[in-house]
C-alpha cells in the first residue's frame, strides 16, 4: 500500500501556525537571547538568560520524546552528521554574535519587532537576508565552502552525544535518554534554581519557546516525512528548504523569503516551513502589539545607526549560514539534538555578543 503524501500546504499551514504562537509569545514575555546576554553583562540579572536555558531544556526533553517514541529521527537534520564543522561553528557562531548586538537583535528579535512596528528591524530584515544568501550562493559562500568548511573533524559515529555514548556499547535508547537527562537536566536545574525564575512570564516563555521547536521537528520530521516519494522514489520531507527535516531557524528561511518574493514567477520558488514559521512569527507578534496597543512605528534617528544595522544584518547572515543556524536555529533547535556543532556555535554567539558588548561599553566610557 503506497504511503499518502501530506500537502505542502499543510506543512506550511502548520509552520505559519507555530511562528505564530512563537511571535504572540516572543513579544509578550521579551524573548531575546541578545537581551538575556546584555541583562547577565552589564546588570548581572540572569532572568531572561533563565528563559532561554528553559526553552533548551523543553526542546531537548520534548525531541528526546519524539525520538524514543519513534516518530523523529535526529540523523535527518542538518545537525548531526559525522562532520564537526567545528571553524565554521565558531568562526560563524562569533560574527553573528557580534552582528546581533550592532543590530540590536537576533534574526527572531528582528521578525518580532517587526510586527511591532520597527522600522529598523525591517532593515536588517532585508540585510541579514542578503547577507544570508550570499553566503549560501554568491561571494561570501566561495570564501565560506574554500576557507571554513573544509576544517572539519570527522567522527565515525555521528557528533550527537547519544552516538557518541552508544559507540562506547551502550544501548541506543539509553545512551539517549542519558545524554538528554545530563543536558536538559543541568540546564533545567539551572533555569529554575532561583526562585526568581519561578515567574509566569518566564515560565511561559521559555516552555512554549521550547515546545514550538519540538513541535517543528514533529511537524516537518514525521508528518511532512515520506519514506518513498511517488515522483523520486527517495526519502523526502515536505516543503523542507534543506530537503531535510527542519525546525525553527531564523537565518537562512530570512534569504528564501526574500528569493521568493524576487523571483515569484519562477514556479520552483514556493512556499516552505522556514519561509512560513518566519512571517508567522511576524504575524503573532503584530497581533499582540496590536491586542495591547503596543505597535507603534520607529525609524532611524540618525545615519550611524543605520550603518550599525545594515551592519549587523549583515554579519548575522554570514555568521547564520556559515554556522548552520542562530540563536534559535542551533541555540535552540539544533541544541535540542545534543549535537557538538550547536554547542560550540551556541558558545560562540554568546561570547561574541558579549565581547562586542564590553568593548562598545568602553568605547561609550572613552568618549564621555
Known sequence: MDEPLVAASTITGLAFLI??????VGNKTHFCTLGAISDVVNFGDWNRMRMW???I?????GTTALQLAGLFDVGRTIYAGNRVLWLSNLVGGLCFGVGMTLASGCGSKTLIRIGGGNLKSLIVFVFLAIGAYMTLRGLFAVWRVQLLDPVAVELSHGQALPAFLAS???APATALALAAGMV?????????????AWRTDLLLGGIVIGALCVAGWYVTGHVGHVAEHPETLEEAFIA???????????VAPFAYTL???MLWSDRSRVLTFGIASSLGVVAGSALYALVTRSFRIEGFRESGDLVRHIAGGLLMGFGGVTALGCTIGQGISGFSTLALGSMLTTAAIVAGAALTMKVEYRLLMRGT
Do not use: D, Y
Not at 540546564?187 to 529554575?192: Q, T
Not at 523542507?240 to 531564523?250: D, I, P
Open 19 to 24: 511562528g505564530l504562537a512563537f511571535g504572540f
Open 53 to 55: 536555558m528553559l526553552a
Open 57 to 61: 531544556a523543553v526542546a531537548i526533553f
Open 168 to 170: 562506547q556499547g551502550m
Open 184 to 196: 536538559g537536566g543541568l540546564l533545567l536545574v539551572g533555569a529554575l534554581a532561583s526562585r526568581t
Open 240 to 250: 523542507t528548504n534543506s530537503g531535510r527535516a527542519e525546525s525553527l531557524s531564523f
Open 259 to 261: 528569493e521568493l518574493l
